[in-house]
């Protein structure tokens, strides 16, 4: 039996009230209640009654906006590039989809590079004549937080580049393990609430009033997106990642291209297999278009590049849910 509209509209405000709700712990307060893995399920759920009942969109619906809020205490950055978000799959056949639908409507087999999808916080950095002058979070997409001195105590952030550039680079800010489990213990000890997983400490440890509690938070990053790279005569995703390297950016050099699904396929068993083995955490892997030409042709969504996809692995069994604790940073 269809339900009726009444119920339709009930469920629909219900999800939305419950996704906004762990949204604000987990972008605001930096203390999820739940995991990740409910959250996105929920959120497809929503995502899935919108598209069947669109006139139920609403402007605060979560599927409307990118990620965080703006936090007071840090002075606004506009970017004048919004800072998007990944859209995502959870299986290998929505993948291999994805690959097919790009492939179609571009009219060619697109190389992807393909990277791991570091489990941390997206940032911008801004450098004049090779100088770091501005940082900040992704905010809203549009608006974010001027975190500069914090970005400043980050050993992996060059102060000044190998040329005189400016530019403006994207990347991910991420608490290594290490570091995340010994801020927890110290906390235990000191009676403080522990964080809930890496990225939300690193998300907290960055938006701190005093950067002398970054700088003790051992953070690092990873910079994995070049602003207009026609600048600088590049004209794919992987010599950009090589340039960025060479001008003293800290990159993963674990991406890979590949021109088909088997190639993905296997770059993702390898790095379900690696991924305890490696020293930060990752939740799955990114496919980005390789050409720039590609990029350009496919566009964004207000929300998403059309070029890229997140895959996100199945969730960690292990992983344990944290609920009801203080908020205190
Ligand atoms: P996301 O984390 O799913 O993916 C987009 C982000 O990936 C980018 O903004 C960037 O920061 C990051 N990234 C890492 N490696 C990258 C790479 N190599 N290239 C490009 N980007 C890379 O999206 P989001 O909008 O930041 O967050 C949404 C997700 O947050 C949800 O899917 C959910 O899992 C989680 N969430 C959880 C809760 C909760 O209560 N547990 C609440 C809200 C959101």
Request: hydrophobic share 35%.
């Amino acid at each position: 039996m269809a339900q009726d509209q009444a119920s339709v509209d009930q469920e629909a405000e219900k999800l939305r009230q419950q996704l906004n709700q762990w949204g604000r712990e987990y972008y605001v307060l930096d203390q999820p209640t739940v995991e990740d893995a409910v959250y996105d399920q929920t959120y497809r759920k929503l995502q899935k009654l919108e598209q069947k009942h669109p006139e139920l969109i609403t402007a605060d619906s979560p599927t409307q906006r990118v990620g965080g809020q703006i936090l007071t205490g840090f002075t606004k950055v506009n970017h004048d590039n919004p800072m998007l978000s990944l859209g995502d799959v959870f299986s290998k056949d929505e993948l291999r989809a994805f690959i097919e639908r790009l492939d179609r409507n571009v009219e060619q087999t697109v190389a992807f590079n393909c990277e791991l999808k570091i489990d941390g916080l997206a940032i911008s950095l801004t450098y004049e004549n090779g100088v770091f002058v501005k940082g900040s979070t992704r905010g809203n997409g549009t608006v974010g937080e001027d975190i500069t001195q914090n970005l400043k105590t980050i050993k992996a952030i060059p102060l000044r580049l190998t040329e005189p550039v400016s530019v403006e680079v994207r990347g991910e800010c991420y608490m290594p393990k290490e570091s995340f489990v010994n801020l927890n213990k110290y906390r235990e000890e000191q009676g403080l609430p522990v964080f809930a997983n890496p990225r939300n400490a690193a998300a907290g440890s960055l938006r701190q009033l005093d950067s002398k509690v970054t700088a003790a938070r051992n953070l690092s990053t990873f910079i994995y997106y070049l602003m207009e790279p026609e600048k600088f005569d590049v004209t794919t995703q992987s010599a950009a990642l090589e340039k960025m390297r060479q001008w003293g950016f800290k990159t993963n050099t674990d991406s890979r291209l590949a021109t088909n699904m088997e190639q993905v396929d296997q770059y993702i068993d390898d790095y379900q297999a690696k991924r305890t083995e490696l020293a930060y955490e990752i939740d799955g892997i990114v496919l980005k278009a390789d050409p720039f030409s590609v990029q350009a042709d496919l566009g964004n969504t207000v929300k998403v590049p059309r070029w890229a996809i997140a895959y996100k692995f199945p969730p960690d069994e292990q992983e344990t849910v944290v609920r009801d604790i203080e908020w205190t940073v």
